[in-house]
């Protein structure tokens, strides 16, 4: 088999409002319980990716009820008429922490909403299958949400500072496609 590149994209979107939502968000995720995630894979000192999906969550429910504005304008700018956000789950990743190489199933974005990112070091990473590289200059900061296609490798690549990272990470797809705007952008070029 042989790769073929396409210039694969990624957003970033601000969330303007994002100072007194992440000071809101830190505190209600420490009211969650102290969970970690020690795997082969995974070094993360503290998430909800483990509790039942049924758990309440209030940092969660506070999230979407913030970003879904924004996924809504994503949601515009590929010309869809719906969202759906499948899940969410909070990170923390301290020195030493890291998540290796993964993909997210059954949808069709992977967003990442960085809560703290103290260094750009710390930023998401993603894997180019045509290339064999490594993406690791993307521009992101705190405040900001970063989606990719789902089905591009991506990690937490080992925090070898001694500040804490926190992101939300949640799976969108989109659906309905507005033919008529794609005919219409086709169009005007």
């Not at 304008?73 to 998540?99: A, P």
Request: aromatic share 16%.
């Amino acid at each position: 088999m042989k790769a073929y590149s396409l210039n694969n994209y990624y957003y970033v979107t601000d969330v303007t409002e994002y100072k007194e939502f992440n000071k809101k968000l830190l505190s209600m995720i420490d009211d969650m319980p102290d969970m970690n995630r020690y795997e082969e894979n995974e070094l993360i000192n503290k998430s909800d990716w483990g509790l039942p999906r049924d758990y309440d969550r209030p940092y969660l429910s506070y999230f979407y009820s913030v970003i879904g504005e924004y996924m809504d304008k994503m949601c515009y700018f590929l010309n869809c008429r719906y969202v759906e956000i499948h899940n969410g789950w909070f990170q923390q990743y301290i020195q030493r922490d890291k998540h290796n190489w993964h993909n997210h199933h059954a949808c069709q974005f992977t967003n990442v909403y960085f809560v703290e990112l103290p260094e750009q070091s710390l930023v998401t990473q993603l894997y180019d299958f045509a290339n064999n590289k490594v993406i690791d200059t993307i521009e992101v900061k705190e405040g900001q949400i970063l989606s990719f296609p789902s089905n591009i490798i991506h990690r937490s690549n080992r925090n070898i500072t001694d500040k804490r990272k926190t992101v939300i990470s949640f799976n969108t797809s989109f659906d309905s496609v507005i033919s008529k705007n794609i005919d219409d952008l086709l169009k005007s070029n």
